[in-house]
C-alpha cells in the first residue's frame, strides 16, 4: 500500500498562485492512477483533478480547467497540482488520493488518501 503525504498549502490572496505537492512512500507509486480532491466542512469531498500513472493523461473538474495543472514525478514518487488563478471558493482542505485507473478516480474506489493540506484564498 502507497502512503501520502500532502504538503504546500497556505494563506494566498486572489488571483494568486499555489503549487500543492503529495509525496508517497512505497515501491508501488508508478503504478497507481492519482488524484486531488478538495472538502470544505459539511459538505462532500469533490473531485478536482486526475492523472494516470504514465502522467500522459489527465482529468479535471470543471471548476479547475484553465486555472489548475496536475502533473507528476515517478522518480520522486509525487503529484503536483499547480493551482494559479486562485479565487475565494477554492477555499477547502485538499487532499490527494492513489487509485487503480484514471477512469475510476472521480468516484473511487480508492487505495490511499493523504491526511490533507488547508488552503485559504482570502484578502
Known amino acids: 500500500q502507497v502512503q501520502l503525504v500532502e504538503s504546500g498549502g497556505g494563506l494566498v490572496q486572489p488571483g494568486g498562485s499555489l503549487r500543492l505537492s503529495c509525496a508517497a512512500s512505497?515501491?508501488?507509486?508508478?503504478?497507481?492512477?492519482m488524484g486531488w480532491f478538495r472538502q470544505v466542512p459539511g459538505k462532500e469531498r469533490d473531485f478536482v483533478a486526475a492523472i494516470s500513472w504514465s502522467g500522459g493523461t489527465t482529468h479535471y473538474a470543471d471548476s479547475a480547467k484553465g486555472r489548475f495543472t496536475i502533473s507528476r514525478d515517478n522518480a520522486k514518487k509525487t503529484v503536483y497540482l499547480q493551482m494559479n488563478s486562485l479565487k475565494p471558493e477554492d477555499t477547502a482542505v485538499y487532499y490527494c488520493?492513489?487509485?487503480?485507473?484514471?477512469?475510476?478516480?472521480?468516484?473511487?474506489?480508492?487505495?490511499?488518501w493523504g491526511q490533507g493540506t488547508q488552503v485559504t484564498v482570502s484578502s
Open positions: 488520493a492513489a487509485g487503480d485507473n484514471i477512469a475510476t478516480m472521480t468516484t473511487g474506489p480508492f487505495r490511499s
Open positions: 512505497g515501491r508501488t507509486f508508478s503504478s497507481y492512477a
